[in-house]
């Protein structure tokens, strides 16, 4: 019989192979590799007593009922399924399949929890698709606007449109699918996707807040010309001034403590070797703990796009597509979290996230705690993401114990 981390280790390795892209894995908003992974993932449910269901944002939701009966409140744990291009498979996965994990072993060992529990799959976290994050606990949340319907992927086809194709019905924003007061919070574990836990010599770790984000799409447009015969003097190039733009981001973000400033996509038209580029759509996202200092930073990048267009004769739209307040873990269930994590590592180091995670969204609806895992050279995004068995059997060991300190905190 396999024991808990055998079988998470066997998910994880099984979830790795669904994708769209033969070769590397790479799974997006609602495409065909997303609703093999719902089904896949959701036979896992079953198998460890929960009720799996889909909702219209695609979602998948395992959800556990407590002996006690339907009037408890409920315990939300979770992540994302989808991926970014030529992901690792511990990224959002591991979130997802760990709790299923932790409920299966509960259940092994006949041990009933005071409260329902639901282990959530984000349908879309990453932003790869429509080049706007968190549209799967937005949905889930209530917090999917008319606004976010109307984005559009490098097709041309808009969210609402593809939401429709994939129900087959006309979409809806859904309401959240909790009223606040039934909820005890959301917990979400996560590999660290930086460096510290390894410094450190810890498996996991306990997150204290979640930096705050901004993402916008940019556009500067220009003139195209003839490469050859155009003199430099007399140029509008579009591509120029973006690149320009980039280092003024990057200058900024290494002279501001804690800021990170990315561009990370850029498409040129026409798209000539030979021809001046006359329009440049490129991306900008910029993170700091301090909302702030964040704020302050685009400010300055605005006027910095404004100034650069101006000299060179150029023009600009700037479209936020994202913008997330930081966010501070709940106090309750971090130190619950905290005191679980020295019960099972010997101690425990709180440490804030850099990354955006579902949890920023979900804090809009319920406290939020999170556990991060230590991940190999602090590497995520990438085909080469690792968190070692021994590592995970950690985590595991630490959100069983969470929850039944929450069970007993709860009971008494």
């Not at 959002?92 to 009933?112: D, K, M, S, Y």
């Not at 993170?287 to 600009?316: E, G, K, M, W």
Request: hydrophobic share 45%.
């Amino acid at each position: 019989m396999e024991t808990g981390p055998q079988l998470l280790g066997r998910y994880l390795d099984e979830l790795a192979r669904v994708t769209d892209e033969p070769g590397e894995l790479t799974r997006t908003f609602l495409s065909p590799a997303m609703r093999l992974a719902n089904a896949l993932v959701a036979e896992w449910m079953s198998a460890a007593g929960l009720a799996p269901r889909e909702d219209t944002a695609g979602n998948l939701i395992g959800r556990l009922e407590s002996p006690a009966g339907p009037r408890t409140r409920t315990l939300l744990l979770g992540s994302h399924l989808d991926t970014v291009r030529d992901a690792g498979r511990f990224d959002g996965a591991l979130g997802v399949l760990l709790p299923i994990v932790a409920l299966a072993e509960l259940r092994r060992r006949n041990i009933a929890l005071p409260f329902a529990v639901e282990v959530l799959g984000f349908s879309e976290e990453e932003g790869v698709r429509f080049a706007s994050a968190y549209l799967g606990s937005k949905a889930y949340s209530g917090q999917l606007r008319a606004a976010d319907l109307k984005l559009v992927d490098a097709e041309g086809i808009s969210i609402r449109a593809a939401l429709e194709a994939h129900h087959g019905a006309p979409f809806t924003p859904p309401k959240a699918a909790h009223r606040p007061g039934g909820l005890l919070g959301y917990v979400e574990v996560h590999i660290e996707q930086g460096p510290v836990l390894e410094a450190e010599k810890l498996a996991v770790g306990v997150v204290t807040a979640i930096a705050g984000q901004t993402r916008a799409k940019i556009v500067f447009k220009g003139r195209a010309g003839h490469a050859g015969t155009t003199p430099m003097n007399l140029r509008r190039d579009a591509l120029a001034g973006a690149a320009e733009f980039t280092l003024a981001a990057e200058a900024l973000a290494l002279r501001t403590p804690g800021l990170v400033a990315t561009v990370g996509t850029i498409s040129v038209a026409p798209g000539a070797a030979n021809v001046i580029p006359a329009e440049t759509t490129f991306s900008l996202d910029l993170r700091h703990p301090r909302d702030a200092v964040r704020r302050a930073a685009l400010r300055q990048l605005a006027a910095a796009a404004a100034r650069i267009t101006r000299r060179r004769n150029l023009s600009f739209t700037w479209t936020p597509t994202q913008d997330n307040a930081a966010v501070t873990c709940s106090a309750a269930l971090t130190a619950l979290l905290t005191a679980s994590v020295r019960a099972v590592q010997g101690r425990s180091l709180g440490l804030p996230s850099g990354a955006g995670h579902d949890a920023v969204v979900m804090s809009a609806l319920t406290p939020v705690a999170m556990l991060f895992v230590r991940s190999r050279a602090g590497l995520s995004h990438h085909p080469d993401e690792f968190s070692s068995p021994a590592d995970i059997a950690v985590a595991l060991d630490a959100l069983i114990d969470f929850l039944a300190r929450l069970a007993r905190t709860h009971s008494s």
